[in-house]
């Protein structure tokens, strides 16, 4: 059974970069697509990017100028760089398998289960 | 974008009784061709990450309970857990994947009346 697990620092200051990575187990990182989403605390949760084994990516629009994510096959992981934070980036940063019909992104599971960046100074 | 917009925000249902969650999309997730509704629902309990429970509108994940269906077409949909049980507790989240970027819903609290 696939297992994702997010890692990185929890407190980044404002205007620096935010880098996370997640580590996928119990399963090859290939042939799949996998996204971040986060969720502030207390709030919904909002789609980042998706990110294909081949290093091929879809950002959100409304982050695509400061979001980058990247794959590393050779150790079974994914990471989420997003730039010039601030305290509106706070959130619960989650990694997840997209589930694709076609070539077409679906659903999300499993889900990993979270970390929290805080950005203050 | 297409926003989701659930209702109620929070919702207090006795154990046993049914509990009905709806979910308004602001443009149809319905791709008619195919005659599927591009639609998730996911549950998630204190902190825990999002389950997923239900796609295409209906179909249970499986080792999902079979007291959690959904249903409705279009731009309207529900989920409805039949019978509460305690463990169900959770805040339920719809979420569209007819177009990128998806969206997720605000989310509906669940507890125990």
């Known amino acids: 059974q696939v297992h994702l697990q997010e890692s990185g620092p929890g407190l980044v200051k404002p205007s620096e970069t935010l880098s996370l990575t997640c580590t996928v187990s119990?399963?090859?990182?290939?042939?799949?697509?996998w996204t971040w989403i986060r969720q502030p605390p207390g709030k919904g949760l909002e789609w980042l990017g998706y990110?294909?084994?081949?290093?091929?990516?879809n950002y959100n629009p409304s982050l695509e100028t400061r979001v980058t994510i990247s794959v590393d096959t050779s150790k079974n992981q994914f990471s989420l760089k997003l730039n010039s934070v601030t305290a509106a980036d706070t959130a619960v940063y989650f990694c997840?398998?997209?589930?694709?019909?076609?070539?077409?992104?679906?659903?999300?599971?499993?889900w990993g289960q979270g970390t929290l960046v805080t950005v203050s100074s | 974008d297409i926003v989701m917009t659930q209702s109620p925000d929070s919702l207090a249902v006795s154990l046993g009784e049914r509990a009905t969650i709806n979910c308004k999309s602001s443009r149809s997730v319905l791709f008619n061709s195919k005659n599927k509704n591009y639609l998730a629902w996911y549950q998630q309990k204190t902190g825990q990450p999002p389950k997923l429970l239900i796609y295409?509108?209906?179909t249970r994940e499986s080792g999902v309970p079979d007291r959690f269906s959904g249903s409705g077409s279009g731009t309207d949909f529900t989920l409805t857990i039949s019978s509460l049980q305690a463990e169900d507790v959770a805040v339920y989240y719809c979420q569209q994947y007819y177009i990128t970027p998806p969206t997720f819903g605000q989310g509906t609290n669940v507890e125990i009346k």
């Open positions: 990110i294909y084994y081949s290093g091929s990516t």
């Open positions: 295409w509108a209906s």
């Open positions: 119990g399963g090859s990182i290939s042939s799949y697509y």
């Open positions: 997840a398998r997209v589930f694709t019909d076609n070539g077409d992104y679906r659903w999300f599971d499993p």
